[in-house]
């Protein structure tokens, strides 16, 4: 085999490889819609004070540089579209909550290389009902994956985020 046809073969497995760790599954704004069943409601803002910042830093482990997160709510059910970090890019995820528990989870864009398994619904599936217990933990145990153990944390810690968020601004 010649060098010029190694070379092709490693730019063109590099590419598909650059294109796997970024896919979109779903886009937020197709989430939001079948999350509530109708058209996409005008998004919110959740301005976050000291103590918003302080409990999702608790949450996360490390700092959170936003001012404020966008949500869309309907009748007391609010969708929020969260980012985290896995290894080394963000996961975005939509989380719909409906009467204080998560109704579901979905990966919307995945960008890391491996561990993109949490996208399957044999994953996501394990956070539905799920609820913040008031040490803000969930009510359930979430089984890992091999191998994506910071995806799995990522997309667990974001559902901590969504269940706290709610409960600030579906207040009974």
């Known amino acids: 085999m010649k060098l010029t046809q190694i070379l092709a073969i490693a730019i063109t497995l590099t590419l598909s490889f650059a294109v796997l760790a970024n896919s979109q599954y779903q886009a937020p704004k197709a989430f939001i819609s079948q999350a509530f069943n109708a058209p996409t409601p005008k998004a919110k803002v959740f301005w976050l004070d ?3 910042l302080k409990v999702i830093e608790e949450i996360l482990s490390h700092k959170y540089k936003k001012l404020r997160v966008r949500y869309w709510q309907q009748e007391g059910e609010t969708v929020w579209i969260l980012d985290e970090i896995g290894k080394e890019s963000p996961i975005t995820v939509g989380i719909h909550v409906k009467e ?4 579901q989870t979905k ?3 995945y960008r890391e290389s491996r561990g993109d398994e949490v996208r399957h619904d044999f994953f996501t599936d394990q956070f539905k009902a799920a609820k913040l217990n008031k040490d803000l933990t969930l009510d359930r145990h979430i089984d890992g994956i091999t191998g994506a153990t910071l995806s799995v944390r990522a997309l667990t810690k974001l559902s901590r985020i969504a269940l706290w968020l709610d409960s600030r601004v579906t207040r009974s």
């Open 50 to 52: 000291d103590e918003a």
């Open 100 to 103: 204080k528990q998560i109704a």
């Open 107 to 109: 990966v919307l864009i």
